[in-house]
């Protein structure tokens, strides 16, 4: 008798060990997904290729360009770690995400490994090649959630993410449609995703896209504090053409906004090829990069502004560019566009279901880039895409002070993205009313704005109280 007494007690006390060692009564597993730029990228040796204020010697950031299934186009580069701190006297225009590791540890989180998972009280950070398809990286969170969930037995296993910026449209994409590649036609969410993730937070999110990402593409992008820096290596219009990802932050064609030289609405097909070759926009309407091709001479022939130039020197990204043809580069392109106008629908697609719970965080007190307007030149066929605020003295004569050009295409938001693309609503902003994201298609847990910038989003004190809070305030048990 007392020797079966002793085993009971054995039992249930090892049961309830166990209970405690599995953290049943612990706080979920967070994930953290950095935005665009928010990864190392490393060279083959270990060296930074990102971030890095200078051009590296061997591979830069450039993408190849010589298949239109982007899974194809790698070159030796790899993702680092997340960006924590950089030593820079001058930041880069980037999130830096130390404070977000130091605001979950305050609140008793430790950080684990994606090789040495933990199922609760803890963190891991989702590095990942920001210059890749959204999709592709969408799958590896998938394929990172789901090793845990089989290295732990934890089939039921689910994760909170913090996501910011494009790493919310990761994580969006990947609650909505898993693994799966993006529907053809008619996307109807299926939330295969759903059952690794349980709160979604994302902040600053571009749900409706952002013309930061169209300015890019045409002007290229200053990465130290939005100005061009002696002996700063930016980013080039042609750098961008290579980068699948930056398509998919292209403005949604429903809600992209240009105007003509009366400040009117036109309508313009942003994701047809044809429209970026009508209005000259993109390195592939650039004669000094069209001069870098493979076939150059063939290309001037037709364009004497094209001059073919041999490559002396430069690094292994330009003996690639000088070894591609404009017809792959335009393949490349064509395929992008039509890739980042599936993805965009995809996420847009209205849901009769949302079996996670969507929280967002913004800013909406900045200045916003949230149009063109597109004025014709004095000769015909000529046309200039004005995105910035400044005086603009149209073909006709027609004068617009820079305070007009402002308030005709720009919008409150954090300085990248409007409020309007993060909640994804075409309502205007009400600081009485209630936040409808996408027109309450998806029924928000939360939601928090405050006046501050795209990449202090994550810096604010108010921010931190509120995710923190949402996170420890229900104690989920783990099965």
Known sequence: MRRLLRSFLLVTFGTLLSGVAFGQTGKDPVIIIPGLEGTEILQRDGTHAWFSVRRGKGDDLRLPMTSTVFARDRDSLRPGDIIRKVDVKILPDIEIYQSVIDALES???????????????????FPYDWRRDNVENARLLIQRMQSVKTRLRRPQLKFDIIAHSMGGLIARYAAMYGSAEPPLANPVPTWA????????????????????????????????????????????????????????????????????????????????????????????????????????AVLAKTNPDIKPKPLTNGNLDDRLVSQTTFAQAKAFFVAALLRAKRFAAALDAPSKKQPIQIYIYGGNCADTIDGAIILKGTKEGEWDTVITAKDVKTAAGRAFKKDEIRAAIFALGDGRVTWASLVASGKPLDANAKIEFFDDSYPLASSFFTCTTHTKLLLEKPIQDSYLSALVVTKQAQP
Request: hydrophobic share 40%.
């Open 193 to 296: 995703g759903a059952t690794y993730i349980n709160k979604l937070m994302i902040f600053g999110t571009p749900n409706e896209g952002s013309f930061a990402a169209f300015d890019a593409m045409l002007n290229g992008e200053p990465i130290v504090m939005g100005r061009k820096i002696p002996f700063v290596d930016d980013f080039r219009p042609e750098d961008v053409l290579t980068l699948p990802s930056a398509y998919e932050l292209l403005p949604h064609q429903a809600t992209v906004k240009f105007l003509d030289d009366d400040l009117k609405p036109i309508q313009i097909d942003l994701y047809d090829p044809n429209t970026w070759f009508k209005y000259g926009w993109g390195a592939l309407s650039d004669e000094k990069f069209l001069s870098k091709l493979k076939d150059a």
């Open 107 to 125: 609140k008793g989180y430790t950080e684990a490994t994606w090789s040495n998972p933990k199922a609760t009280d803890v963190f891991y950070v």
